[in-house]
């Protein structure tokens, strides 16, 4: 019944109410999804060292956290394979 994409799971703009920003929030409108907003949005300047290593921080702590969570599904009850 749904045949829209899912919005993406993460955003990289490169400042605060960039034109990335702007352009994801207008296409965005149009998706049928229950959240016109990404899960995550990491803002960066590609002129300013500490904040590439702040965005990568994040993303790092965000993918470590995902692979717990796999983790933690897979031995939940019921889950087993």
Known sequence: MDANSP????????????????????????WGEASSEPNLILPLSAFDPESIRSAFHTLAV????????????????GNEK
């Open 7 to 30: 919005l993406p799971a993460a955003l990289v703009v490169f400042a605060e109410n960039d034109a990335i920003e702007a352009h994801f929030g207008d296409e965005s409108q149009s």
């Open 62 to 77: 965000v993918c470590r956290t995902l692979a717990v969570a796999n983790r933690l599904i897979d031995i939940m009850p």
